[in-house]
């Protein structure tokens, strides 16, 4: 089955402990990207990726580091997580080269920093 | 101005009824357009993309204006399974990245 996974789904931390959240996808796709999702302000788009070693900063990427070291996976770092880093986050995944194409997202990870 | 912007709601319509979102964008250079759909707490999902010429797919049919730079989504005989909020998405070409409007919400009731 075609897929985007993320783990943890659910995770509880607190300020500085350093977490990672992993993505995979099983598609073969080229793009892949991180979003968060906060009440009232929407998708936004964190960190991205065109393929393997290329990585690219999106519109919030403070506070967060990716790589992207195989085709598959895309790790959301969080070095020092902090309370504003409290949201949704979302891995989505997609073959840019087509033009209507579609972005398969992962199920999302419910982050709380205390 | 923001880059693509929709009407909140929520958007309360009764079973059977006849809904339509706008949706608009400021880049002029935009390509290509998407519909999809959020339920609460899960992961965005593509409805239908929207083509120039419009398009429908069962009771949905979306339209794109480039002239005015809005696209519409008209869902007929609205169903409880309807509800949800729907996210306008925009590409400005094949090899960049997506912007996400901030979801219309809409609420079908029995």
């Known amino acids: 089955e075609a897929q985007v996974t993320q783990n943890p789904r659910y995770l509880i931390t607190v300020t500085g402990k350093k977490l990672t959240v992993t993505c995979s996808q099983n598609m073969n796709h080229e793009y892949m990207s991180w979003y968060r999702q906060d009440p009232g302000l929407g998708l936004r788009q964190i960190y991205y990726?065109?393929?393997?070693?290329?990585?690219d900063k999106g519109d919030v990427p403070e506070g967060y580091k990716v790589s992207r070291k195989e085709k598959r996976n895309f790790p959301l770092i969080l070095e020092s997580p902090s309370p504003n880093q409290t949201s949704l986050y979302f891995c989505a995944s997609s073959s840019p080269s087509r033009q209507y194409n579609e972005q398969f997202f992962g199920p999302g990870t419910r982050l709380t920093v205390l | 101005r923001k880059e693509v912007e929709q009407d909140p709601g929520p958007f309360n319509v009764p079973e059977g009824a006849t809904v339509a979102f706008n949706c608009t964008y400021s880049?002029?250079?935009?390509?290509?357009f998407f519909w999809y759909r959020q339920d609460c707490r899960k992961e965005p999902k593509l409805l239908m993309s929207?083509?120039?010429s419009g398009n429908e797919d069962g009771r949905f049919t979306a339209q794109l204006n480039r002239a005015s730079q809005y696209i519409s989504l008209l869902i007929r005989d609205s169903k409880l399974s309807d509800s949800a909020t729907y996210l306008c998405?925009?590409?400005?070409?094949?090899?960049?990245?997506?912007?996400f409007g901030k979801g219309t919400m809409l609420l079908v009731s029995p």
């Open positions: 880049n002029s250079a935009s390509q290509s």
């Open positions: 929207v083509y120039s």
């Open positions: 990726s065109m393929n393997v070693e290329v990585t």
């Open positions: 998405v925009v590409k400005s070409s094949g090899y960049s990245t997506l912007t």
